[in-house]
């Protein structure tokens, strides 16, 4: 495998917080179905907590399974968070939507960068939902979770796939988007290579990334603390300049910008970045 670059610190790695759970006594647990009628040709997830994963299949209909998990000390409580956080089910303009509602929404109003959270009440009690949908497999995916890992296989539509904590793993997918994470590992796999721009992002995990043979694209890849390495034959393109420095008998690299590079004849811009993780760009049957 070819290495792209390799950025190194002299400092200390930025470290990924999380979130630990209360411990609650109390476990109850409830299905989720739903089958949206034909005609839907997206579907639009706004999980919080817990796990989202899409399948695309032959069918002409999006199904729903899944279940609701809430962890509690207290009757009370349970009967507060069955009223409190609900799973919203809509469909309109060919979007099929599931939607996690609750106290932590800003009146129901999605920011792009804070998910809409605006929670100030002390509540005793955890919801999670873990939600898998089978869609018709050239549907759009519009898909995201804030604590929780997200999965999509076997589609070919247009796809924004978002968590905040968790992993995010595309498998045997076509199409082009947008995939970004803050804390987990990013690995994507694709039956068909992207026709359209394309960018991986994650803050704290690796990213690989698996494309066919006769890839022809644009990549750019920017790490701050690791290396990038590919199969592919690559053509150097214009990047910004980079500094080098001595200190102690070690080396380290800071690059002003991304590192940009051609895989075959070029194309679509393919962009994959984190900060704290390698990047790898793979050959199918490599």
Known sequence: MQRLCTFLTLGVLATATAAFPRDYREEFKEPVRHTFPAGATALDVDNVNGSVTVIGDNGNTMRVEGEKVIRYNDRQELDRAKREVTLDINQKDGIAQLYVNGPFRNGGNRGPDNHGFHDRDRREYDVTYNLTVRVPRNSALHLNSVNGGVKAEETLGKFDVRTVNGPVTLTNIGGAGTVETVNGRMTASFRENPKADTSFKTVNGEIE?????????????????????????????????????????????????????????????????????KIQIRKQGR
Do not use: C, H, W
């Open 209 to 277: 990334a698996t494309f066919q043979p006769n890839l022809a694209a644009n990549i750019q890849v920017k790490t701050f603390n690791g290396a990038a390495y590919t199969d592919f034959e690559t053509t150097a393109l214009a990047s910004p300049a980079g500094e080098v420095s001595k200190s102690e008998g070690r080396f380290a690299f800071r690059s002003r910008g991304a590192q940009r590079m051609k895989v075959g004849a070029g194309g679509p811009e393919l962009r994959f970045e984190t900060l704290n993780g």
